[in-house]
């Protein structure tokens, strides 16, 4: 079956480490997304990706870093830079930027609690 | 980044009711779209809606893209315990280059009393 999944679910992480969020999707999108979801507060956009080998910061890119070396997949690194990182991390792909239909398709989440 | 205005934040109803939710901003949209979210899981599209004016349903959903493009509601008939979750409007605005990202509002915490 085609879809976007993340691993791992539950990931905890001592303060001063850095953590990789996995993402792969097997729908032959183009664009892939990482948003961060805190209660109350909608999703946010952290980093996003149109193509292969190019992303591009999001509003709350900070603290954060990715890459894009595959089309299917997506990677999140949360580094100690990051002041806040508890979190419900999501990822989304879609087609093309502009194609009607492009609409988003998310993943299961991961949720990252810092002890 | 924008956000859009979802409301209400929360709704309390009994089983059976319907439900209504409203979504606006002040930027003009090409696409709305509605997610609902189940606890702990990512959010699922319900209704994707690109012209303006238009009303869209799937089953007991019916959403409808505003006039002025800066607005869209969801309604859902004869809720179900199902039904329970968060509801996440977004909308999509992509003129040519760049980013072809999604504007969130915070969503509307569905919850039904049996």
């Known amino acids: 079956d085609g879809g976007i999944t993340q691993s791992p679910k539950y990931l905890f992480r001592k303060e001063g480490q850095n953590v990789t969020l996995s993402c792969e999707q097997n729908?032959?999108?183009?664009?892939m997304y990482w948003y961060r979801q805190d209660p109350g507060q909608g999703l946010r956009l952290i980093y996003y990706s149109q193509i292969v080998n190019d992303f591009q910061k999001g509003d709350i890119a900070e603290g954060y870093s990715v890459s894009r070396e595959k089309k299917e997949s997506f990677p999140l690194t949360v580094t100690s830079a990051q002041k806040n990182p508890t979190a419900f991390y999501l990822c989304?792909?879609?087609?093309?930027?502009?194609?009607?239909?492009?609409?988003?398709?998310f993943g299961p989440g991961t949720r990252l609690t810092v002890l | 980044g924008q956000q859009l205005n979802q409301s209400p934040q929360s709704m309390f109803i009994q089983e059976g009711e319907d439900v209504s939710m409203n979504c606006t901003s002040s930027s003009i949209f090409n696409t709305w779209l509605w997610y609902k979210q189940d606890p702990g899981e990512g959010p699922v599209l319900l209704i994707a809606?690109?012209?303006?004016?238009e009303l869209t349903s799937n089953g007991r959903l019916t959403a409808q893209f505003g006039i002025t493009r800066k607005d869209s509601f969801l309604n859902i008939s004869a809720s179900i315990p199902s039904d329970v979750g968060i509801y996440f409007c977004a909308g999509r605005m992509y003129s040519g280059g760049g980013a072809d990202g999604l504007t969130f509002g915070k969503g509307t915490h569905l919850i039904i009393q049996p």
């Open positions: 989304a792909s879609n087609h093309s930027p502009g194609r009607r239909g492009g609409e988003q398709f």
């Open positions: 809606l690109y012209k303006a004016g």
């Open positions: 729908l032959n999108h183009d664009a």
